[in-house]
């Protein structure tokens, strides 16, 4: 098991309500990476944070925005849910930009509806 | 055309078997390559990862680059029922992941 968690693990939502996700990174990771997963598909990248800074987004409208604390512990949220929000996030750490070994929490299952 | 593309499957061997995933990818940029196992409704857990052309071996799993042809292989020696899972092929490109749909591969005993 990574070292990374996200919380809570299933929600439910309404269209068009707010919802926030939260990933505690790896200790010693400075890097977090948001990414959503429709089901039957690769994950796709929403945005990263590196010492608290959006350090590079994806193809995901504004609403979709994030936050990073000085332990590194990272938020996303989204506005103005969607039915096709519904989807498993997942957050993934590492340790500098580079991310070539980052490891990925077991995600966040959110159903809109 | 997607960055990458991968044959999503099923993919069904027996216990025993030597499996074969592929993964190819369209920008030449790309210079990081990895493979995920993701079990059902569980986060993707890195396998390996490759920087250069070659082969790149790992207890019973083997991941090969071909950068001139722009394709990725895994290959899973003496496969278990426990290697049943999702496998996804990423490359990495600035502070992204570029991943493959994934590949389902069930063992079957």
């Known amino acids: 098991e990574t070292g990374v968690t996200q919380s809570p693990t299933h929600l439910i939502k309404t269209r068009g309500q707010q919802v926030t996700l939260r990933c505690s990174s790896q200790s010693g990771h400075n890097t977090v990476s948001w990414y959503q997963q429709a089901l039957g598909q690769g994950p796709q990248f929403i945005f990263q944070?590196?010492?608290?800074?959006?350090?590079g987004r994806g193809n995901f409208p504004p609403r979709f925005s994030g936050l990073q604390f000085p332990n590194y512990s990272s938020e996303l949220n989204v506005n103005a849910l969607e039915l096709d929000d519904s989807a498993l996030y997942l957050c993934?750490?590492?340790?500098?930009?580079?991310?070539?070994?980052?490891?990925f929490g077991q995600g966040t299952r959110l159903t809109v509806v | 055309q997607k960055e990458v593309e991968q044959d999503p499957g099923p993919l069904s061997v027996p216990e025993g078997a030597i499996v074969s995933l592929n993964c190819t990818y369209s920008n030449s940029a790309f210079q990081y390559f990895m493979w995920y196992r993701q079990y059902s409704r569980k986060g993707p857990e890195l396998l390996m990862y490759?920087?250069?052309?070659g082969n790149k071996e790992d207890g019973r799993f083997t991941a090969q680059v071909d950068k001139s042809s722009k394709y990725i292989s895994l290959f899973i020696r003496d496969s278990q029922p426990s290697d049943s899972a999702t496998y996804l092929c990423a490359t990495h490109y600035g502070q992204n992941f570029v991943f493959g749909p994934g590949t389902r591969l069930s063992v079957l005993p």
């Open positions: 993934a750490s590492s340790a500098g930009q580079k991310n070539t070994e980052a490891f």
């Open positions: 490759t920087y250069s052309s």
């Open positions: 944070y590196y010492r608290e800074e959006e350090n």
